[in-house]
């Protein structure tokens, strides 16, 4: 007995005209009633009463109707099942990211296209990220961290020139560029640890040999400035993120601030997407090219003025 056997009988079950199913089955009509008389035979009863042309489904029949319909039912819905499955592991991709809630565009594009996302947030060393793409651990990563693998392709999602932020009765004030060593002794507001401003700060001071002293530690922007205005601390962030912010205030809140650019060239934060060089899977290389397009769309600038 198998699947087309019950298809078959639960059609002349429920036509009770052996031309009719035939036709419907699109199969010839001897095929058909040599199809129903093996599975009668395989189960030892007659299913049909046969009045010349006509047959009617009698008290066999119509019991093994029921169970005939139970095993397609749930056939049909294990195929489904495993389908799902599938389709669900081809569209499979691991993504090593800052939260995406910070991004609510680049989410909104990811959930339309369907993909079966794995995502984790980032928190690893150079080598701990190199280590996860040769371990098939994670197939995407952005970071502003630069990371050096001939394992890996990479793209530059944003490039973007730090500036330190003072209030406007701050010493520095008055310029409009400063050096980084310049403030090596000054007091810093900032975010708390693990994010990715804290840690651009960090790796920009470091850079110039120092540790930063913070004095504050906020969860908003919001709060950082309001300590930068009330206790003459600095932070360091990106001129456009600071712009950006900005752009929602009024001129009074915003003639409380100045913004000097940094004069190193190399105080500059970079964002970068990698992936392995050899990839060849079709969702990988359909979010990568998504993400990119977000980053240098206005979804992403918008996104910044939340």
């Known amino acids: 007995m198998d699947r087309q056997q019950l298809e078959y009988f639960c059609t002349v079950a429920r036509l009770e005209q052996m031309t009719r199913a035939a036709e419907q089955l699109s199969i010839t009509q001897p095929a058909l009633s040599a199809s129903i008389k093996r599975l009668e035979a395989e189960l030892g009863v007659l299913l049909f009463d046969r009045h010349g042309r006509n047959i009617s489904l009698n008290e066999y029949g119509e019991a093994f109707l029921q169970y005939a319909e139970n095993i397609l039912s749930q056939f049909d819905a294990a195929a489904a099942q495993l389908q799902s499955m599938k389709q669900a592991q081809e569209r499979a991709v691991q993504l090593l990211s800052p939260p995406l809630e910070r991004f609510p565009g680049l989410l909104d594009r990811i959930l339309e296209h369907g993909f079966n996302l794995t995502l984790n947030a980032i928190h690893d060393s150079e080598e701990t990220i190199i280590a996860k793409f040769a371990a098939k651990k994670t197939d995407l990563c952005i970071t502003s961290m630069q990371i050096s693998s001939g394992l890996l392709g990479s793209d530059i999602l944003t490039s973007e020139r730090m500036a330190a932020v003072v209030s406007d ?5 008055g310029q409009e560029h400063v050096s980084i060593y310049a403030l090596r002794g000054c007091s810093y507001a900032t975010f708390r640890e693990m994010t990715g401003p804290r840690r651009h700060l960090e790796q920009v001071c470091a850079a110039a040999g120092f540790a930063p002293q913070i004095r504050f530690k906020g969860d908003r922007l919001e709060d950082i400035l309001t300590s930068i205005h009330v206790n003459n ?33 190399w105080c500059t934060i970079r964002r970068h997407i990698y992936w392995r060089a050899n990839e060849t899977r079709t969702p990988v290389l359909e979010l990568r090219d998504i993400i990119v397009d977000y980053f240098h769309s206005e979804d992403f600038r918008s996104d910044l003025l939340e």
């Open 169 to 173: 009765r701050h010493p520095l004030a």
């Open 233 to 265: 601390h600095i932070t360091l962030l990106t001129e456009e993120s600071y712009r950006l912010f900005m752009t929602q205030k009024s001129d009074a809140v915003r003639n409380r601030y100045r913004v000097l650019l940094l004069d190193e060239p």
